[in-house]
C-alpha cells in the first residue's frame, strides 16, 4: 500500500509558508528535477511531475484551503472530501444547471484571464488641475519569450488531458446530483503539455518589469480610477491580460481645500481693510491673478465667491467656483503712533460702530439686573 506524499514535503516548506516561498521553492526543484536536465530519466521525470502537482494545488487559495482540510481527497472524482469541503461556486452553479435543465458548458473551460492589478499613485492639486502624463512602473506577469507563451517547449504539442477527456471537467454524483467542477489534472484546460517550457515550467508566462505611460485628465479627484486595458496580469498559456487600474489620491494643498470642483481659500486681511473695505489679489491655479473686493465692515467668516477659478469638471465643460472665506487678523505689534490713532478712535466709539457687541453686552446687562 502506498503513503501518500504531503505536498508541502515535497516543496521542502512549511505548511505555514506564505505564496512567495512555495514559488520559489517549486522553481528551485522544477531546474533541479527539469527532464531536459536529466537525460531523460525516468525517475527525475516523475519527480517533476510531482512537484509540478503539489504547486499547482499550494499556488491557488481555494485549493490550498481544501488540501489542508481533506488532503488528495478533496480533488478525488466522488471523493467525500470534496463534498465535505464544499463545491466551488461552479459546482454549486452545475448543481441548479441540473435541477432546472439548463445546458452546461460543453466544451473545456480553457486558460483563464489574468488579475486585474492596482497601482495607487499621488498627485499634486496642480496635477489635478491642469492634468497630467507621467510614467508607472509596475511588477507584474509576462508572456514566456521562450515558449511566446504556451508553455510548452518549442516544437513540442500538448495532448488531451486524459483525466477529463479534453473537457476541463469532471463529474461526481454527489447524492441524487451529478456536480461537475473543474478537472484537478489539467485545470480545466482540457489538456496537458506534454514537455513543459523550461524558463517559464508551463504557465506561459514569467515575472518582468515595465513601465506604462499614464494620461490624467484635468479635473479628477481623490480616488478617481483610469483603467489600463490588457496591462495587468498576464493569463496562464496565451489567457487574454487583467487590467490595471490605477487609483489617484490627491496631496492637501498649502493653501487651496476642496470639495468637487470649488475650491476654498482663507485669506487673512487687516482690520483697517476690513472696516473701510478694499481688495485683495488671491493667485489661482489656473495661473490667474484674482481680485478679490472688500466691502466695508466686512466680518471674519464672511464667504466671498469668485466665479470661475474653480476646478475644472472631469470630462466635460465648465469650471467650479474659488470662494475665499475672509479671516479677520488683529494687530499684534503697534508703534507709539498707531497706538495714539487708536485711542483717539476709541474715544469718538458710540456703540453704533459694532452693533453685534453692543447687542451682546445688551444682553448681559439684562441678565445683571435681573
Avoid at 512555495?22 to 528551485?28: P, W
Avoid at 531536459?36 to 511531475?49: I, L, R, V
Avoid at 488683529?330 to 460702530?353: D, I, N, Y
Amino acid at each position: 500500500m502506498s503513503t501518500e506524499v504531503d505536498y508541502y514535503e515535497l516543496l521542502g516548506v512549511d505548511r505555514s509558508a506564505d505564496g512567495a516561498t512555495i514559488k520559489s521553492a517549486y522553481r528551485k526543484l522544477a531546474m533541479q528535477h527539469h527532464p531536459d536536465k536529466n537525460g531523460g530519466c525516468k525517475e527525475n521525470e516523475a519527480k517533476f511531475k510531482a512537484i509540478s502537482e503539489a504547486y499547482e494545488c499550494l499556488k491557488d487559495p481555494q485549493k490550498r484551503a481544501a488540501y489542508d482540510r481533506f488532503g488528495k481527497a478533496a480533488f478525488q472524482n466522488g471523493g467525500g472530501g470534496f463534498h465535505q469541503a464544499g463545491a466551488d461556486f461552479e459546482g454549486f452553479a452545475d448543481i441548479f444547471e441540473s435541477i432546472f435543465g439548463m445546458a452546461g458548458r460543453q466544451g473545456p473551460r480553457g486558460p483563464q484571464r489574468g488579475a486585474d492589478l492596482r497601482y495607487d499613485l499621488e498627485i499634486s492639486l496642480e496635477n489635478a488641475f491642469h492634468g497630467k502624463s507621467t510614467e508607472v512602473t509596475i511588477d507584474v506577469s509576462a508572456p514566456c519569450g521562450a515558449c511566446a507563451g504556451t508553455g510548452a517547449k518549442s516544437g513540442a504539442g500538448v495532448r488531451a488531458c486524459n483525466t477529463c477527456g479534453g473537457m476541463g471537467k469532471v463529474r461526481a454524483q454527489q447524492g441524487f446530483f451529478m456536480v461537475e467542477r473543474t478537472c484537478p489534472t489539467c485545470h480545466g484546460m482540457g489538456e496537458v503539455i506534454a514537455d513543459p517550457c523550461g524558463v517559464c515550467f508551463g504557465e506561459g508566462r514569467v515575472d518582468k518589469q515595465k513601465t506604462l505611460s499614464v494620461t490624467i485628465p484635468a479635473g479628477v479627484d481623490e480616488g478617481t480610477r483610469i483603467r489600463l486595458s490588457g496591462e495587468g496580469e498576464c493569463g496562464p498559456r496565451g489567457a487574454p491580460c487583467g487590467d490595471l487600474y490605477i487609483f489617484l489620491h490627491v496631496a492637501r494643498h498649502p493653501i487651496f481645500e476642496r470639495e468637487g470642483t470649488t475650491l476654498y481659500c482663507r485669506a487673512p486681511i487687516s482690520f483697517t481693510t476690513a472696516a473701510l473695505g478694499g481688495s485683495i489679489e488671491v493667485p489661482g491655479l489656473d495661473k490667474q491673478r484674482h481680485e478679490i473686493r472688500i466691502p466695508a465692515g466686512i466680518q471674519s467668516g464672511k464667504q466671498l465667491r469668485q466665479r470661475g477659478a474653480g476646478m475644472p469638471v472631469l470630462n466635460g465643460r465648465g469650471t467650479g467656483d474659488l470662494v475665499i472665506q475672509i479671516e479677520v487678523e488683529t494687530p499684534t505689534k503697534l508703534s507709539s503712533k498707531q497706538k495714539a490713532l487708536l485711542e483717539e478712535f476709541r474715544a469718538t466709539e458710540t456703540g453704533e460702530e459694532c452693533p453685534q457687541s453692543r447687542g451682546f453686552f445688551e444682553k448681559l446687562k439684562g441678565m445683571w439686573s435681573d
